[in-house]
């Protein structure tokens, strides 16, 4: 099969590579029939994943229908059309017991597909503890509908949860590409008194301003006036970080009223610095990125209902046999993509 495969050294090449089987009786082979590329790939790609190991095939992002489990598997068999969740996790262990299946402890643990083990920008792909990675896709939903649940959806999901989002809270959503985006779909839900929605590019405000009628969009330049102007204590009771730049990072604290939730989702290239003495009296409460992606169930119940609908992402479609050119406008940010939605099959 073909297999779109990290090397090191920021190379990345679509190799033939043999169809994955079972190793363990809680695995599942899925056959991929979309799957999409993610800012974390290009991560991957110029080595600000130190976790990931040369040679795996990327790709975190995909729905498919399974080909054979494990003696193990009890939720999913053979014929059932699938998201496939970003984390692996053993549903069994400490941190898993309380929902941080992040931090799951097995060797598979977190976010390994695509990573540490063969991700699903393949025609195949082995899913370890299947019972907890693969959620069922309800009839009526598309592929195209489902692509997003197992990470950058579940993320917006888990965002917006930990973020604490009340009926009068201002939140304040930095960063419109495909994480912002879904995060904010996923704030929505919670009926905030106000949303704000902060990005650079003029392209990214257009696609929210046609999708979520209500939500204010800015840049950021002149962002803390905006936000005070537009929040009752000071600035904004929730600010939800998806832009991931030195500048998004400071924008973060800088626009939060004192006692304010800033959840940092964003993934950086470099260490980011807290300037404390400035910040002294504020009494943040920060909480930080890495999806605990359990809800996926959830997020697809909310997708079949209309609730949630992240097709607009999708500006572009390929075939895994142009995989190389699609990876290179995506992360060339060429003719306003936000999300390429990748044909495994092709
Ligand atoms: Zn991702
Ligand atoms: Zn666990």
């Known amino acids: 099969m073909r297999a779109y495969t990290y090397f090191g ?36 790609k110029h080595g600000s994943v130190p976790r990931a190991v040369p040679g795996t095939t990327i790709g975190h992002e995909m729905v498919g229908v399974v080909e054979a489990v494990g003696d193990g598997v009890k939720n999913v068999q053979p014929g059932d059309r699938v998201a496939v969740n970003v984390e692996t996790f053993c549903g069994e262990c400490f941190f898993c017991e309380h929902g941080w299946v992040n931090n799951c402890l097995d060797p598979d643990g977190g976010w390994a597909l695509g990573c540490r083990i ?23 939903v598309s592929d195209e509908q ?66 979520y009628p209500g939500v204010l969009t800015t840049g950021p330049d002149g962002l803390e006036d905006f936000v005070l102007a537009h929040s009752a204590h000071g600035g904004a009771d929730r ?26 989702v964003a993934l950086y290239d470099r260490a980011q610095t807290l300037p404390l003495p400035e910040m002294y009296g ?14 996926c169930g959830e997020i697809l119940r909310l997708i079949a209902a209309g609730k949630i609908d992240t097709t607009p992402l999708i500006t572009h479609r390929c075939a895994l046999s142009g995989i190389e050119d ?7 940010r060429r003719d306003g993509v936000i999300k390429v939605a990748v044909d495994t099959a092709r």
């Open 146 to 211: 489902a692509l997003f649940t197992g990470d950058i959806l579940a993320t917006g999901y888990w965002a917006a949860k930990i973020s604490e989002i009340g009926p009068e809270d201002t939140v304040l959503i930095i960063g419109g590409g495909p994480t912002g985006i879904c995060t904010l779909a996923c704030v929505l839900l919670k009926n905030p008194g106000r949303v704000i929605l902060c990005d650079r590019h003029p392209e990214r405000l257009e696609l929210v301003n046609r999708h």
């Open 239 to 264: 600010v939800i970080e998806c832009g991931g730049s030195d500048e998004s990072f400071q924008l973060a604290w800088q626009c939060a009223r004192p006692n304010a939730v800033v959840t940092v």
């Open 9 to 44: 050294n920021g190379r990345l090449q679509l190799v033939d590579k043999p169809v994955p089987a079972l190793r363990d009786g809680k695995d599942a082979i899925v056959r991929v029939t979309l799957a999409s590329i993610c800012t974390s790939d290009l991560h991957i």
């Open 326 to 332: 699609a990876f290179e406008l995506f992360e060339q």
């Open 118 to 140: 063969d991700g699903g920008l393949a025609e195949y792909v082995r899913v370890p503890h299947a019972d907890t990675g693969l959620s069922r896709i309800p009839d009526g």
């Open 282 to 295: 504020k009494n943040l409460i920060f909480k930080t990125g890495g999806v605990d992606g359990c809800d």
